[in-house]
């Protein structure tokens, strides 16, 4: 049975209830995390736990619990699922008040976790097909908002067209993709855009920057033209669930050779890599 916790208490998913008038519901007013656990292991847990804090001070939403207490309320939720590979949920809303748009005075945060299983992705021999569109989201992408209808849709647009992604371009340049980061290879260097107001600062993107740093790679977090995008040898996405993967088709245009890139290859093994190395030491 899938735990869940809810507002102080462990209880079955199936269980978990909130009111109507919870301003996350209403108005998608609160903020998500969403975290890998490894065979029992939290990774980059401190991150993430990092830019859930940041999401919150920038809503203005006081942190319910300090950093070791998110940690214990964590660890105890991956018990009750049994330990393994999951997906940890945090979602905090700003809680259950009268319907207004302004913030309600003393209300509780609502804040609820959950546990999905979690199938770690293989090294795959073939790579995925992206669409691109115009970036129509807001301009505080930064912010891991629940409100999603932006991402929503425009992953939707990938999968009506048999695509794995939906790669966002605002202004003539690349942002991200409606729930991944961007990397391009062009000529043997790595470039993703740079964290700012228009992307999520995500946390599987810091770690392959390093590991790519530490391996000399070059890699540069600078902004990414259109034109550099459609003309890259090699196009990858980041996420938490998707770790590194491989483009191999934008907009029905091949990528470099159509197959999966040696660049790739390195960064996903460096990835691992690293990944044991941190899971090992924790
Ligand atoms: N999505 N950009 C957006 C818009 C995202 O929603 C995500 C993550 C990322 C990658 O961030 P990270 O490496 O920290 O997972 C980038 C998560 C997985 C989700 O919404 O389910």
Redesign the pocket.
């Known amino acids: 049975m899938t735990i869940a916790y809810l507002n102080g208490e462990f209880l079955p998913l199936a269980d978990a209830k909130i009111p109507v008038l919870d301003r996350g519901f209403i108005f998608g007013d609160g903020i998500y995390e969403?975290i890998p656990v490894y065979h029992g292991k939290l990774f980059q847990a401190q991150e993430h736990l990092q830019r859930l804090e940041n999401s919150l001070e920038k809503i203005n939403l006081v942190n319910p619990y300090a950093r070791a207490t998110w940690l214990e309320l964590i660890n105890t939720l991956i018990a009750h699922n049994q330990g393994g590979s999951q997906i940890i949920y945090v979602q905090v809303t700003r809680g259950v008040a009268k319907r207004q748009h302004h913030f309600p005075e003393n209300t509780t945060p609502t804040v609820l976790m959950t546990s999905s299983p979690f199938t770690e992705p293989n090294k795959v021999t073939e790579g995925y097909h992206v669409i691109t569109r115009p970036d129509i989201r807001w301009l505080n992408?930064d912010i891991k908002s629940i409100a999603l209808l932006g991402?929503v849709l425009l992953r939707q647009e990938a999968i009506a067209n048999q695509a794995k992604e939906t790669i966002l371009i605002r202004d003539g340049y690349l942002t991200?993709?409606?729930?991944?980061?961007v990397f391009v290879v062009l000529q043997g260097i790595v470039f993703t855009p740079p964290k700012n107001n228009l992307?999520?600062p995500?946390?599987?993107?810091d770690v392959l920057v390093k590991v790519l740093h530490d391996a000399n790679i070059p890699c540069q977090e600078t902004a990414v033209s259109e034109a550099q995008l459609r003309t890259a040898d090699e196009i990858w996405l980041?996420?938490?669930?998707l770790e590194v993967a491989p483009i191999t088709r934008l907009d029905n245009q091949i990528v470099g050779t159509g197959k999966v890139g040696a660049v790739w290859s390195t960064a996903w093994d460096l990835l691992q890599r690293y990944k044991q190395q941190i899971l090992q030491a924790n």
């Open positions: 969403v992408c991402n991200e993709g409606a729930a991944t980061n992307i999520l995500g946390i599987t993107r980041t996420s938490t669930s």
